[in-house]
Nanobody, 121 residues
Framework: QVHLVESGGGLVQPGGSLRLSCAAS????????MGWYRQAPGKQRELVVI???????KYADSVKGRFTISRDNARNTVYLQMNSLKPEDTAVYYC???????????????WGQGTQVTVSS
């Protein structure tokens, strides 16, 4: 069993900052791509940013220059620093990871439970 546990969501004023964390735990051999997605009310889930185990990244255009993803491979943890937040960033943010369990060593996609981010004055 592999689990992702997220933390760090909350309420923030426009222009403010938040930092999300997501830790993978369980019987893990390797964690490949990790990333963040979000889903606003009435909208489809969308990619925010992903990061490979080597540090390569891909950001959605809407968050470039404001959000920064990083990861600690030793801790199987990914972080999302969100600055200059806007009301349109309001959504449930989901962590995602492509994980190779110890057995069977077949990559699987794992999702976190989601954390609410609300940007409002």
């Amino acid at each position: 069993q592999v689990h992702l546990v997220e933390s760090g969501g909350g309420l923030v004023q426009p222009g403010g900052s938040l930092r999300l964390s997501c830790a993978a735990s369980g019987s893990i051999f390797n964690v490949n791509v990790m990333g963040w997605y979000r889903q606003a009310p009435g909208k489809q889930r969308e990619l925010v940013v992903i990061i490979t185990s080597g540090g390569g990244t891909k950001y959605a255009d809407s968050v470039k220059g404001r959000f920064t993803i990083s990861r600690d491979n030793a801790r199987n943890t990914v972080y999302l620093q969100m600055n200059s937040l806007k009301p349109e960033d309001t959504a449930v943010y989901y962590c995602n990871a492509n994980v190779e369990p110890r057995f069977p060593r077949v990559p699987i996609d794992v999702w976190g439970q989601g954390t609410q981010v609300t940007v409002s004055s």
